[in-house]
């Protein structure tokens, strides 16, 4: 009984392990180990690589909105029909118009009184607006916004100046739609970059 234990512990001793390359590739040669270290490497480095590649988000789009103003614009908006003197872009039912930039000396509030009380005169009955709220985009430039609720839709307006040119965007969106659709929006017009004066 022993013996027969004896034989097998000596049958695996004169046959040790094969290495890996030589199980793999079938060979033992410089050619073998460079195999196994070509696919280490491409674990190791070239797969995470492709992955994070794959992953990453699409860059945003930076969208010319006339007399060298731009918008940053995040891949969920899309670019509509265009039209003289402004730039349409719509986002799940939303649409989102930008004027191109107009010189103006008023301060952004003014021209939102302005289309405030336009916006009520015309408006079905039971809409209500919000008071005006003043921000500062990300370029520097002063910014105000406004809210109309009407019954059927929400409708939310921007005056974005850099003190001697205007642009006003208006954002019509269903109700269930409007605030997602507004935030993006909103991120949209805090990117908004005039042109540069020239000197």
Same mark, same amino acid.
């Given at each position: 009984?022993?013996?027969?234990?004896?034989?097998?512990?000596?049958?695996?001793?004169?046959?040790?392990?094969?290495?890996?390359?030589?199980?793999?590739?079938?060979?033992?040669?410089?050619?073998?180990?460079?195999?196994?270290?070509?696919?280490?490497?491409?674990?190791?480095?070239?797969?995470?690589?492709?992955?994070?590649?794959?992953?990453?988000?699409?860059?945003?789009?930076?969208?010319?909105?006339?007399? $060298?103003? %731009?918008?940053?614009?995040? /891949? !969920?908006?899309? &670019? +509509? @029909?265009? #039209?003289?003197?402004?730039? *349409?872009? =719509?986002?799940?039912?939303?649409?989102?118009?930008?004027?191109?930039?107009?010189?103006?000396?008023?301060?952004?509030?003014?021209?939102?009184? $302005?289309? %405030?009380?336009?916006?009520? /005169? !015309?408006?079905? &009955? +039971? @809409?209500? #607006?919000?008071?005006?709220? *003043?921000? =500062?985009?990300?370029?520097?430039?002063?910014?105000?916004?406004?809210?109309?609720?009407?019954?059927?839709?929400?409708?939310?307006?921007?005056?974005?100046?850099?003190?001697?040119?205007?642009?006003?965007?208006?954002?019509?969106?269903?109700?269930?739609?409007?605030?997602?659709?507004?935030?993006?929006?909103?991120?949209?017009?805090?990117?908004?970059?005039?042109?540069?004066?020239?000197?």
């Amino acid at each position: 009984m022993s013996s027969g234990a004896d034989s097998a512990a000596d049958a695996a001793s004169l046959n040790p392990p094969e290495p890996l390359s030589v199980r793999l590739i079938g060979r033992g040669s410089a050619a073998g180990a460079l195999v196994i270290a070509m696919v280490a490497l491409a674990y190791a480095v070239v797969l995470p690589l492709v992955a994070e590649a794959v992953s990453a988000p699409a860059p945003p789009r930076v969208i010319d909105i006339g007399e $060298g103003a %731009t918008v940053t614009v995040a /891949e !969920t908006w899309s &670019e +509509g @029909s265009p #039209a003289a003197g402004e730039t *349409t872009l =719509t986002q799940g039912g939303a649409t989102l118009v930008l004027s191109e930039p107009e010189a103006t000396e008023r301060l952004p509030i003014e021209t939102l009184d $302005g289309l %405030t009380s336009g916006w009520i /005169e !015309t408006a079905p &009955e +039971g @809409s209500v #607006a919000t008071a005006p709220r *003043t921000f =500062t985009t990300d370029a520097g430039d002063d910014a105000a916004t406004v809210v109309l609720q009407e019954p059927l839709e929400t409708v939310q307006a921007w005056v974005v100046s850099d003190g001697a040119h205007e642009v006003i965007a208006v954002l019509t969106a269903p109700p269930a739609a409007w605030e997602a659709t507004s935030a993006s929006a909103q991120v949209l017009v805090r990117s908004l970059t005039f042109a540069e004066a020239a000197p």
